[in-house]
Nanobody, 121 residues
């Protein structure tokens, strides 16, 4: 089994700079792409940022220049540094990872349980 666990959310003032972390564990041979998504109340889940195993990144226009995604392959960790937070950044943030498990033939996408980020104005 593979688990992804997010941490670092909470109540933050507008303009704040929290960092989210996502730890992957389990029977993992290799982690390919990783990403962060978020879901605001009453809205669909949306892409925030992705990062390849080689470090190439992609961001939603709404967070470009404010958020930075990174990863530590040795530690099987993924991070999202969020700067200049706005109230519209409020939502549940989910990490995901495309994981090749040991003894499995194909990679599979896993999701964390989500961490709430609430930005107060």
């Amino acid at each position: 089994q593979v688990q992804l666990v997010e941490s670092g959310g909470g109540l933050v003032q507008a303009g704040g700079s929290p960092r989210l972390s996502c730890a992957a564990s389990g029977s993992i041979r290799r982690i390919n792409d990783m990403g962060w998504y978020r879901q605001a109340p009453g809205k669909q889940r949306e892409l925030v940022a992705t990062i390849t195993s080689g470090g190439m990144t992609n961001y939603a226009d709404s967070v470009k220049g404010r958020f930075t995604i990174s990863r530590d392959n040795a530690k099987k960790m993924e991070y999202l540094q969020m700067n200049s937070l706005k109230p519209e950044d409020t939502g549940v943030y989910y990490c995901n990872a495309d994981v090749e498990r040991r003894y499995a033939l194909e990679a599979r996408l896993y999701w964390g349980q989500g961490t709430q980020v609430t930005v107060s104005s």
